[in-house]
């Protein structure tokens, strides 16, 4: 039963960090993503002294790519919570899952 239960934890253990390890570079990718894309932002619109359309599509662009941004924000919210909801119904499964083994493996033994 010792070995029965050494195997499941350590299998509960690695699916535990690979979620974590997931769920962080997702996390990583979109704050860089969003970072990246404000610093591209910020420097066409350092540039000074525009007139007439490269204003007007300068200004443009800014609307369109600070909406992205902050659409992006919002769906990397959501996307963190749904991770972080899957990640915890996970470790309770495996937990559930752990306690069962031991519980089959008592009867079992009583059994015999």
């Known amino acids: ?5 050494e195997f499941i934890d350590a299998m509960m253990k690695s699916q535990k960090e690979f979620m974590e390890s997931w769920v962080n ?5 979109i704050e860089s993503w969003t970072g990246a ?3 591209m932002q910020e420097s066409l619109l350092s540039y000074g002294g525009q007139e007439g359309t490269t204003k007007e599509m300068l200004n443009l662009y ?5 909406t992205m941004v902050d659409s992006s924000k919002v769906l990397t919210d959501e996307a963190e ?3 972080e909801t899957w990640k915890n119904a ?3 499964q495996l ?3 752990r306690d069962m083994v031991k519980n089959f493996s ?3 033994h009583k059994a015999a």
Do not use: P, V
């Open 81 to 83: 919570r749904i991770q």
């Open 106 to 108: 008592e009867l079992f």
């Open 25 to 29: 570079s997702q996390k990583q990718f």
């Open 95 to 97: 937990d559930m899952s």
């Open 1 to 5: 039963m010792d070995k029965m239960m």
């Open 62 to 66: 800014k609307s369109t790519l600070t």
């Open 90 to 92: 996970i470790a309770k």
């Open 37 to 39: 894309a404000k610093t």
